[in-house]
């Protein structure tokens, strides 16, 4: 097998996990862990095992200087994100997570004009408009379904705000530092603006541990070392053979495999039915975002990100 074909695999798999996670993690809250206490586990279980990797294998210094960017950036790629993600998703449905998450690029666009100064053809320009059309559209009806809410969706709209300037701002840093020793710092930061969040440590005190179930136990490991370990080593081993831009073109297929595995997880009992919470409107609104995302990224779409990736 060449290492295109296992890069590919590679991030077929790490959006596999992120479909899987929008499934399972929504699960495991509220009944067994509160949004906050769930963001504080993976956090925490994700820096440990990435100053682990780090201590071991990389020996890279960070100059003082970057320290301020490494927080700031930690503020949306990780508090940001994952606080308004896991709220998001505990309040609204799985494939609605799954659908916004894809107006991430477009988002990118956007603040790359006003932050990097980077051009937008009208071509972009439509492609925006388009995708905002649907994410608008699919917003509108929330909470006239299934499982929908208007805050929830508005929360991880927020969370893929967040994570677009996260993405943006750590542009720098990934070029002058191996993006392992950049993220383990984001996420060390990240964990001490969780703890610093008031709810979170309230809510850690409500929790009773021992009346979690074996399965969930194992539902809430598989989204710290799946969807949070792994899936970033995976996309790191995608890039050394891939470019950012055929990487990040793999999230449109989060969507189709949240529906995939809301059947799938169903059918087998290994979560509760949501598939109630599909319909063809939103299939509609779905389509029209991949359109604008199609727009707006197919062209110069890996200038932001074409970066060589240290090894």
Not at 43 to 60: D, M, N, P, Q, S
Not at 112 to 139: C, D, M, N, Q, V
Not at 192 to 201: E, G, I, K, Q, S
């Amino acid at each position: 097998m060449s290492n295109i074909l296992r890069a590919h695999l590679a991030l077929f798999l790490v959006n596999a996990l992120y479909g899987a996670n929008h499934i399972i993690a929504k699960g495991v809250m509220p009944d067994y862990l509160t949004p906050n206490v769930f963001i504080l586990l993976r956090v925490a279980g994700a820096t440990l095992l990435f100053w682990i990797i780090k201590l071991l294998f990389i020996k890279e210094r960070v100059e003082r200087k970057d320290f301020l960017m490494l927080a700031v950036c930690a503020i949306f790629g990780v508090a940001m994100n994952q606080l308004f993600f896991f709220n998001g998703l505990n309040l609204s449905s799985s494939i609605n997570a799954g659908i916004i998450m894809t107006i991430n690029p477009i988002l990118v666009v956007i603040l790359s004009y006003f932050i990097l100064k980077e051009k937008i053809t009208w071509k972009k320009a439509i492609g925006i408009s388009i995708g905002a059309t649907g994410a608008i559209l699919l917003t509108l009806t929330a909470g006239t379904g299934s499982g929908d809410s208007l805050l929830g969706d508005l929360f991880l709209f927020i969370n893929a705000a967040s994570y677009a300037v996260y993405l943006v701002l750590v542009k720098p840093l990934m070029k002058k530092y191996k993006p392992f020793t950049v993220i383990t710092y984001i996420f060390s930061f990240g964990l001490l603006y969780v703890l610093l969040y008031p709810p979170t440590l309230m809510d850690l005190a409500e929790t009773n541990f021992s009346q979690i179930p074996l399965d969930v136990l194992l539902k809430i490991l598989y989204v710290i070392i799946g969807v949070t370990f792994f899936a970033y080593l995976l996309t790191v081993y995608s890039l050394k053979f891939l470019s950012p831009s055929i990487s990040s073109s793999y999230i449109y297929l989060q969507p189709v495999l949240v529906m995939l595995f809301t059947f799938l997880f169903g059918m087998w009992g290994l979560s509760e039915d949501y598939t109630d919470t599909i319909t063809l409107e939103k299939i509609g609104y779905m389509l029209v975002i991949f359109l604008g995302v199609f727009l707006t990224s197919s062209v110069n779409s890996g200038k932001l990100f074409r970066t060589k990736v240290k090894s």
